[in-house]
């Protein structure tokens, strides 16, 4: 017996996963994935959905009841990144490589935020970003909150994503603790190391101060989705890789 699953609200009929599927055991129904007896629960299909739609039964079986209340719903990893036409910024390029190896960890995709021009969406792609929703910056004169809160809120509700990682700058920290606030989770202080537990996917993030002399780790208890900011010069960027494929969207 197979513990695959599939959120119907999430799925958005895209059939990536019957196309990943070798063993032919999804097949639509009314434009909704179905899973078929004879899966294997190789997880394919789980790390291609971008949608977030297919998840394991057998650890929440809560969630075929209260889909949007259990953490087993919450899946992704998404990243804030900031660029021009020459590419991404020096501390966007360190929060990918953050978020990437995350996903890798979790078996799940990549996708950005970003406010930048099309030079830095290819370089997000090139360096490991699996699908890019970009946007032009706002007007100098209009804040952060107003030109990006709203729609970084309305991404991050309809995805769901387990973690959303943001450099450590000065939207950041306008903006992510905004947005903690108005998910109802914590927000992680910024960390210089980040692992995940892998039984419960909490993200465990470690704090340095007195110059490096001290330094502890901490969670947020299970919250969703993990919200953390990735403190600078910690993390070594990802190199680009021109062919590298990945899907650039247009967001609001
Ligand atoms: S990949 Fe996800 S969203 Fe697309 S059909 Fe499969 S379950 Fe639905
Ligand atoms: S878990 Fe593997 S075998 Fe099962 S439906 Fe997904 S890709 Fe197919």
């Known amino acids: 017996m ?10 958005t009929g895209c059939e990536d996963c019957v196309f990943v599927c070798t063993l032919k055991a999804i097949r639509m129904e009314g434009g909704k ?22 998840y394991s039964g057998e650890t929440s079986a809560a969630s075929a009841a209260g889909p949007q ?3 087993e719903d919450w899946r992704g990893v998404l990243v804030w990144l900031e660029g021009d036409d020459s590419g991404l910024q020096p501390a966007s390029r360190e929060v ?13 995709y990549l996708e950005a935020y970003l406010v930048g021009g099309s030079g830095a969406a290819r370089d997000a792609v090139s360096r490991g ?11 100098p004169h209009t804040g952060l909150a107003s030109a990006y809160e709203s729609p970084l809120l309305g991404l991050i509700r309809q995805r769901q994503f387990e973690i959303v990682l943001f450099p450590d700058s000065l939207p950041s920290w306008e903006l992510a603790p905004r947005l903690a606030q108005r998910l109802q989770t914590a927000l992680y202080p910024p960390v210089s190391a980040l692992t995940v537990d892998f039984e419960t996917r909490e993200l465990l993030g470690t704090i340095h101060a007195y ?9 947020t208890g299970g919250a969703r989705p993990q919200i953390a900011l990735v403190r600078g010069n910690a993390f070594p960027e990802t190199s680009a890789d021109p062919s590298r494929e990945g899907e650039i969207v247009q967001a609001a």
């Not at 990918?96 to 799940?108: E, K, S």
């Not at 110059?211 to 969670?219: A, D, K, L, N, P």
């Open 33 to 54: 994935a179905v899973i078929l007896e004879h899966c294997t629960d190789c997880k394919d299909c789980w790390k291609r959905c971008g949608d977030g739609a297919i």
């Open 69 to 71: 209340q259990s953490t």
């Open 129 to 139: 970003v699996d699908r890019v929703h970009q946007r032009a910056p706002a007007a």
């Open 211 to 219: 110059g490096g002399t001290y330094f502890s780790e901490v969670t």
């Open 96 to 108: 990918l490589a953050a978020g990437r190896r995350l996903a890798d960890d979790l078996g799940v």
């Open 2 to 11: 197979h513990v695959t699953q599939i959120i119907s609200e999430k799925c």
